[in-house]
């Protein structure tokens, strides 16, 4: 079973456009993680949202967590072909030995110059 | 920052041998580091938890004989694909986390394998 459901799984956008990518989950989590991978590395942390209702900013990336901290989303303004990549979510359950990150199933973005 | 490195980046085998990769935490010793696998343009997939001193934690479905972990100091974690055959062919990613209580995960950049 799926923990989180990242949507859409595929998106091929021109550049200057916009999207939002959605996470969303039944089960509530500690904190989401957004990460960017590109193909033969590992995923770079983009961003950590912990309180319901968190909404972070980076450059043209604004991070959204859900109010019952069990959704959130990404939005990119103005995309650029840098910005192509995979985005994957994450939530965090538990800590210590019990510490586990669980990934939705990404998010590959294509933006077309 | 905190860097994990992982090795080798890339690994060509021939069926039925072993394979062994390495995650080590550079400047923080991790008292867990975690085993992922990834097919091309999917999601990270958690194999095993690997608890330094203590057996690793695998998930349903994978096969603890098949992907050896040892986790023998607070720097280094080893995973060991077991008579590889074509179908162990993948993206094997390694993280850790510090133990200092700040549960921030690091990754390593992978390990490509194929197996021929």
């Known amino acids: 079973t799926q923990l989180l459901e990242q949507s859409p799984q595929f998106l091929s956008i021109q550049e200057g456009e916009n999207l939002t990518v959605y996470c969303n989950s039944s089960?509530?989590?500690?904190?989401l993680q957004w990460y960017r991978q590109e193909p033969g590395e590992g995923p770079v942390l983009l961003v950590t949202v912990v309180t319901g209702g968190e909404v972070k900013k980076l450059k043209r990336l604004t991070f959204q967590f859900g109010d019952a901290r069990k959704d959130s989303s990404l939005h990119i303004t103005a995309a650029q072909p840098g910005d192509t990549g995979l985005y994957l979510c994450?939530?965090?359950?538990?800590?210590?030995?019990?510490?586990?990150?669980?990934f939705g199933k990404g998010t590959l973005l294509t933006v077309n110059p | 920052g905190a860097v994990v490195s992982q090795h080798p980046s890339r690994v060509i085998c021939k069926s039925g041998t072993s394979v062994k990769i390495e995650c080590r935490s550079l400047?923080?010793?991790?008292?867990?580091m975690f085993w992922y696998r990834q097919f091309p343009k999917q999601s990270l997939m958690l194999m095993a938890t690997?608890?330094?001193?203590?057996?690793?934690?695998?998930e349903q479905g994978v096969e603890k004989d098949k992907f050896l972990i040892n986790h023998a100091s607070l720097t280094l974690s080893t995973l060991t694909v077991t008579s590889a055959h074509p179908e162990d062919s993948s993206f094997y990613i390694c993280?850790?986390?510090?133990?200092?209580?700040?549960?921030?995960?690091?990754f390593g950049s992978g390990t490509q394998l194929s197996v021929l």
């Open positions: 690997s608890n330094e001193g203590s057996k690793a934690t695998y």
């Open positions: 400047d923080f010793q991790a008292t867990t």
């Open positions: 993280s850790a986390v510090p133990g200092t209580g700040d549960e921030k995960l690091f």
């Open positions: 994450a939530g965090e359950r538990g800590g210590g030995s019990n510490y586990k990150l669980t």
């Open positions: 089960s509530v989590f500690s904190s």
